[in-house]
């Protein structure tokens, strides 16, 4: 079966830290540069970090950089995004995407959701005291 699972959300205070696991099957991960959208209540989803297909070179928003990282792990056929430092901002539901041969500015250049070729269920990310 070909899909995108995410997981790795939960209730975080500020300050904390979680890493997001998108994982693939059917297909190689590697091929597709990921994007990391997030959706909070009443909002639009958004894109926040990207990894690229053929480098793994990264792109992430203003309102995250610094603090969240998405890396690959190519023999788990695995995109994470590292959050840290998470603000009650940061809540939202975390989807991964996946666009074929895209590089790290694909969060620019295909912000629309029919770009993508899979995407995950999402994960909820709450932080909160």
């Known amino acids: 079966q070909v899909q995108l699972v995410e997981s790795g959300g939960g209730l975080v205070q500020p300050g904390g830290s979680l890493r997001l696991s998108c994982v693939a099957s059917?297909?190689?991960?590697?091929?597709?540069?990921v994007v990391w959208f997030r959706q909070a209540p009443g909002k639009e989803r958004v894109g926040v970090s990207c990894?690229?297909?053929?480098?793994?070179?990264?792109y992430h928003v203003d309102s995250v950089r610094g603090r969240f990282t998405a890396s690959r792990d190519s023999a788990k056929n695995t995109v994470y995004l590292q959050m840290n430092n998470l603000e009650p901002e940061d809540t939202a539901v975390y989807y991964c995407?996946?666009?074929?041969?895209?590089?790290?500015?694909?969060?620019?250049?295909?912000?629309?959701?029919?770009?993508?070729?899979?995407w995950g269920q999402g994960t909820q990310v709450t932080v909160s005291s």
């Open positions: 995407a996946a666009r074929y041969a895209g590089d790290e500015y694909t969060i620019l250049t295909a912000p629309a959701e029919h770009l993508y070729d899979y």
């Open positions: 059917g297909f190689s991960l590697d091929d597709y540069a």
């Open positions: 990894i690229s297909s053929s480098d793994d070179s990264t």
